[in-house]
């Protein structure tokens, strides 16, 4: 049994001065997931310490010459939490809120996903503290190079490999990219995933996190043997994991998405959108900005109702897809979801905190935990990788099987731990993903 409680989790992570309270702060969170697994697999306290801290951290400063001729300084991060399975992999997010705590447990997050789809990867992240929607488009390039310059000795396609995430898509990753090349003198796509075709990107990787995401959701529902053409859902954030996982909840599943809420820059709100006879998301999509805003005039005319940014969380349906940031289903909040709601997909990562994932619990909700949810995405950078080592390119229906194969069989893995030991599927996926990890550090000789 662990020696650690989660009280003395809380003061250990405060002396690494914690950037938001002890309830939201997303590494808390995930250390207090890691420990009730540990528990539960009887490790002893060194794996139980490898378990619960990144191995090394960048935290570092660099200037970029503005459009109107002034310096300024960002903040940068880059972790690696674990890379016992392989080289660290994990997304890189340009945000307003970024800050290290965020960082570490979205790391954590990375290397529970790449095991629990069990990819020969560890688990890392990176992002930058900025808003990208106050930045030029040259700013944005000299950010995403500056970046590149302090990070280039910290990764490598066979130590950390980043990849899109939140406010950052392939043509960052094609800017990162050529920043690491200039700077090693030869090419090495496998340095970064989620790149344009043309730079060698794999077919099928940017909606790859929404087709997993969907997968989870057709696997879910035959587990509860629901008829998925019966089924509505309500969706929060509609950027690259949101409209992917849209398109194909509908095509695929033949569901009917009734509600999306997303952030407005302009207004620094959010809102939802509701259309009761069944979104159209590929409508929706043409009137959505680069940042995942959806434009209110132009939803009002095709005859969207718009609400505030809290009312995707209470319609009534049978499936939410939270798909934005963390903290977006917490002890305060979780009371709001509708009676009807069976299955709880979440696409984004953390967007449940552990005081509302008890109430789901108890409220029997489905939940298909992050790590599971959206591992479609890191299963297909791995593809890339492959393909950039092999210097030999699949179509995209390959790529999809292949991602269908894998998140399959990842959930099964899952939903078999959570049948067989009678226990959540949160804690299911832990389970797999820990004993996965904790393994081949034995095997390394680490404890
Ligand atoms: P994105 O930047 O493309 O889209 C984010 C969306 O969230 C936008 O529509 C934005 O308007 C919305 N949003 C932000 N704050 C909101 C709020 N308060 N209320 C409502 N909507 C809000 O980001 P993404 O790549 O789609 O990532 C979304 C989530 O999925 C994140 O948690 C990310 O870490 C996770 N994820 C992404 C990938 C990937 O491949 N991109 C893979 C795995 C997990």
């Known amino acids: 049994m662990s020696s650690v409680t989660p009280q003395a989790t809380a003061v250990s992570a405060s002396e690494n001065r914690p950037e938001a309270p002890a309830e939201t702060n997303p590494f808390l969170i995930a250390q207090r997931q890691l420990d009730e697994a540990v528990d539960i697999l009887e490790l002893d306290n060194g794996t139980h310490q490898m378990l619960r801290w990144p191995m090394r951290e960048l935290k570092f400063v660099f200037p970029v010459r503005m459009d109107d001729g002034r310096v300024e300084v960002f903040h940068g991060f880059r972790v690696h939490y674990n890379d016992a399975r392989g080289p660290a992999k994990g997304g890189l997010r340009f945000h307003p809120h970024e800050n290290i705590d965020t960082v570490r447990a979205l790391a954590a997050w990375m290397t529970w996903k790449t095991a629990v789809v069990?990819?020969?990867?560890?688990?890392?992240?990176?992002?930058?503290?900025?808003?990208?929607?106050?930045?030029?488009r040259g700013e944005l390039e000299r950010v995403s190079r500056g970046y590149m310059r302090r990070v280039a000795d910290f990764i490598g396609p066979d130590i950390d490999v980043p990849a899109p995430d939140v406010y950052t898509d392939s043509q960052v990753m094609a800017w990162m990219l050529d920043e690491y090349e200039t700077i090693r003198g030869r090419h090495v796509p496998g340095v970064i995933t989620g790149k344009p075709l043309v730079l060698g990107g794999s077919a099928g990787r940017p909606e790859a996190t929404g087709i997993g995401v969907v997968v989870s959701i057709r696997e879910a529902l035959k587990a509860l043997q629901i008829d998925s053409t019966q089924t509505t859902a309500s969706m929060q954030g509609f950027g690259n994991v949101g409209q992917s996982a849209a398109i194909h909840f509908v095509n695929d599943l033949g569901g009917k998405l009734i509600c999306v809420s997303c952030w407005d820059h302009e207004d620094k709100t959010a809102y939802t959108f509701f259309k009761r006879d069944g979104i159209d998301p590929v409508y929706l999509r043409r009137i959505t900005d680069s940042f995942g805003s959806i434009d209110k005039n132009k939803a009002v005319q095709a005859g969207y109702e718009v609400r505030d940014g809290e009312a995707w969380r209470s319609a009534e349906v049978d499936v939410l897809i939270p798909a934005a940031l963390e903290n977006m289903i917490t002890g305060h909040t979780v009371h709001q979801i509708s009676p009807?709601?069976?299955?709880?997909?979440?696409?984004?990562?953390?967007?449940?905190?552990?005081?509302?994932?008890?109430?789901?619990?108890?409220?029997?909700?489905?939940?298909?935990?992050?790590?599971?949810?959206?591992?479609?995405?890191?299963?297909?950078?791995?593809?890339?990788?492959?393909?950039?080592?092999?210097?030999?390119?699949?179509?995209?229906?390959?790529?999809?099987?292949?991602?269908?194969?894998?998140?399959?069989?990842?959930?099964?893995?899952?939903?078999?731990?959570a049948q067989n030991l009678n226990v959540y599927n949160r804690l299911a996926a832990y389970l797999v993903s820990v004993e996965r990890v904790a393994k081949t550090m034995k095997l390394r000789g680490w404890v």
């Open 118 to 136: 069990d990819i020969p990867l560890g688990g890392g992240k990176g992002g930058v503290n900025c808003n990208p929607k106050e930045l030029s």
């Open 340 to 417: 009807r709601v069976k299955v709880l997909a979440e696409a984004a990562n953390g967007p449940t905190t552990p005081e509302a994932d008890k109430v789901l619990h108890e409220r029997g909700i489905f939940v298909i935990p992050d790590f599971l949810c959206n591992a479609g995405g890191v299963t297909v950078s791995y593809f890339e990788q492959v393909q950039n080592a092999y210097n030999f390119y699949w179509p995209e229906n390959e790529v999809h099987q292949r991602l269908d194969q894998g998140m399959t069989r990842a959930f099964r893995s899952v939903h078999e731990m």
